[in-house]
């Protein structure tokens, strides 16, 4: 069993493997319209984290679903990994996850019972960290690994958090340092090392379950997670849906260590180029900007933090309640202005 490496399956791991944003755009602009009841609060509109449906005044159900190939060889971690990014979605919704369904796609022929197994056991174990029920699912025999999950929440109506409701003047905040698309590029092609790793493990399993304490601070009035189209792609998701502009200092973003010295040597995931052949007019980088800072912020996360839109009267309480869930430290990362969405770095 230690000697199968579960990335040799993945064309792209993680949420690299994501549908590039343009892509995407065309497939969903082909997508009938359909049913839109008063009681779904939140649909495909504005490319939000989860859908949200009320059931009455004091209750929603969110639902979501995530699942994506390898992007690490363990088969434990690999399960908790992408358990943890899907119910990132319920999170940064603002709500309280209540069960969860697995979504399993495995080669049956080229991988052993005792392999799919580790895979399952690591979902599971998420899942009873989360305090919820594995409670089903669904699978299939395919080419390559598949893993995730269908996530149920419940949220107060009031509380939602979607990416439409951002205000001129509010900060943003970033919970989890970026570069773990850097890192999972370095582990393929065998240079990462055993410490980068353990940070790529320790980010991508740290559940962000503080979205829920977050919904319920005044003065947080837009939440998404930092997934597949990097922080550049799901802020400027913040910015059209909120029809404002973004201003972020790249000095402030929080970054991992070793994923810093490996994009400034030219590690980075196809996913990458992806992301800005796919929006970067949008995103507006000074002259003399190097290529590795433009490779950071259009870095697919896997399970990556929450981004917070707030005023700045809450942006203690913000950090406070990131510390004290999370144990580390959130960083203001710029601020939303008024004008045409796109970005601006500094």
């Known amino acids: 069993m230690d000697s199968i490496k579960l990335t040799q399956f993945s064309h792209g791991g993680g949420c690299g493997c994501k549908i590039a944003p ?4 065309g497939l969903l602009s082909r997508m009938p319209a359909g049913l839109v009841p008063p ?5 495909t509109e504005h490319a939000d984290d989860a859908a949200v449906y009320r059931l009455n005044d004091r209750q929603a159900v969110v639902a979501t679903t995530d699942f994506f190939t390898p992007i690490v060889d363990d088969p434990h971690d690999f399960g908790r990994i992408a358990a943890t990014n899907a119910l990132s979605d319920v999170y940064a919704m603002g709500a309280r996850p209540i069960l969860a369904l697995a979504v399993v796609g495995m080669p049956i022929d080229k991988l052993p019972p005792e392999v799919i197994g580790r895979i399952l056991e690591g979902g599971a174990s998420v899942c009873r960290d989360a305090g919820i029920p594995l409670a089903g699912g669904h699978s299939i025999d395919v080419l390559e690994p598949i893993y995730g999950l269908v996530g149920l929440g419940v949220v107060d109506p009031a509380q939602v958090k979607t990416n439409a409701g951002a205000l001129a003047g509010d900060v943003l905040i970033l919970t989890k340092p970026l570069g773990v698309g850097i890192l999972s590029a370095g582990l393929k092609k065998g240079i990462l090392s055993p410490q980068g790793y353990a940070e790529m493990v320790r980010w991508t399993t740290t559940l962000n379950r503080v ?3 977050l919904a319920g601070i005044d003065g947080v009035h837009a939440m998404t997670d930092v997934t597949g189209f990097g922080l550049a792609g799901h802020l400027l998701e913040v910015c059209r849906a909120s029809q404002l502009g973004a201003e972020l200092a790249f000095a402030d973003l929080p970054l991992i260590d070793e994923a810093e010295r490996l994009v400034r040597e030219g590690v980075a995931t196809g996913a990458s180029t992806r992301n800005w052949a796919s ?7 000074p002259a003399d900007t190097p290529e590795w800072q433009r490779k950071l912020i259009t870095d697919p996360q896997t399970s990556g933090g929450l981004l917070v839109a707030a005023a700045s009267g809450a942006v203690d309480a913000v950090l406070a309640a990131v510390r004290e869930m999370q144990g580390s430290e959130a960083r203001v990362i710029g601020q939303l202005v008024a004008g045409s969405a796109g970005i601006q770095v500094r």
Do not use: F, Q
């Open 22 to 25: 343009a892509v995407l755009s």
């Open 39 to 43: 009681e779904l609060l939140v649909g």
């Open 211 to 213: 979205g829920e304490r």
């Open 279 to 285: 929006y970067g007019e949008a995103v507006h980088l």
